[in-house]
């Protein structure tokens, strides 16, 4: 026999045992009007405990708490000098980095989507995502380490006692990059020369084929002084004017041992977290992931002007201790979102995006269960109260 429980008061009524007992009551008695009127008065008084959110009013409610997340990087190397991107060499089409004495900013590069959470810790804020999304720039930090260790140790050829003059030449000759189409004829024979020059020596020397202990490349990469510098900014929906909310990681994923959870943490503000569901993600069930798809800024003419989430509506077709399946739409810059249930709660984070033989399947994607966040900072849950 099947149950209703009023979760207000704890009161458990059969319910077939009182659709027999309404049945029983629909021939008119005058003895059994009163006994009608205190079943439907207890029914009407514990009904609101069966009523199921809405969608809409899920999203209504939710929607404000997501939030887009850039990652901002700037390179700073020696002698107090700034690095930026600026071309690729013309042989193997490896990057080539340009400096200035100019600080020019955070350059994004990479972006996703990202939730405050509720914990046990109440004097600042938390904000879940994902792991590769705050890593984003590791691979742009990586090229631009190879590049000036290579420079340096390319400028002690064949002259190392004139290696400092020869790496501030090199300096000069590489940001003539900055030049763009207008760099023509003998300036443009050297340049390519020489770029191309670097990334050899860093082949032949440094790379992890010639140099498996890394030990020169260490030795030269001291030398480049190359120092990385992120920034975290999570923009709230609505016009881009808002001043976005600078974060810093609390704590964040470094291997594939552990889930793919990254936690930004900003003091002095107040923002209320998403609580985790406490009712275990079930097969079939109907959930929605919240986030920023890049896909949803290709087709808004107006993206640029304002930060809104989309809203995709899906199932969960399979569950683990450590994942969710969901075959709601997810894409390039959903991860780190929320997948939420009808109670307006979170299920899990948006972490995979399945993709075969290149092409990505939009609506067979996978979720960091809450359970294992819980696992990866239970400092910040352990003491959490449930409601």
Known sequence: MRLNVNKTSGLIIPRDALTTSLKSLTKPSRRRIPLLSAMLL?????????ALDTWEKVDKRVKSQIYELNVG???RVKDNLWAQLADLSPKGHFPVYSTSREDKGFRVVCFGSSFPVRTSQTDKTFFLTSAHVLSGGEQIVKECERFYAAMRLYAE?????????????????????????????SELQTYQTTVDAIWD??????????????????????QAGVEPQ???????????????????????????????????????????????????????????????PVASEIIDKDAD??????????????????????????????SGGPVVSIRGKVLGVVALR????????????????????????PELFSKLSVR
């Open 73 to 75: 990087l700037k390179l």
């Open 354 to 377: 399945a993709i075969l033989n290149g092409t990505e399947l939009p609506n067979f994607a996978g979720a960091v269960t809450t359970q294992s966040v819980q696992s990866f900072a």
């Open 42 to 50: 207890a029914w009407s008084t514990f009904s609101p405990a069966f």
């Open 157 to 185: 050829q064949p002259d190392a006692s004139n290696a400092d003059a020869k790496y501030k030449e090199l300096l000069q000759i590489v940001n003539l990059s900055t030049k763009g189409k207008g760099l023509v004829g």
């Open 230 to 292: 992120y920034g975290y900014f999570l923009h709230p929906p609505g016009p881009v004017t808002q001043t976005p909310t600078e974060a810093r990681v609390y704590k964040t994923a470094h291997s594939d041992k552990e889930p793919d959870i990254g936690i930004l943490t900003a003091s002095g503000t107040t923002i209320s977290g998403l609580e985790f569901d406490t009712l275990p993600a079930s097969e079939g069930q109907e959930v929605q992931v919240m986030g920023y």
């Open 305 to 334: 002007k304002h930060y809104s989430p989309t809203l995709n509506s899906g199932r969960i077709s399979r569950v683990t201790p450590t994942l969710l399946q969901v075959d709601a739409p997810v894409s390039k810059g959903n």
């Open 201 to 222: 020596t860093y082949e032949t020397y440094l790379s992890l084929r010639a140099d498996p202990g890394r030990v020169m490349f260490k030795k030269y990469l001291k």
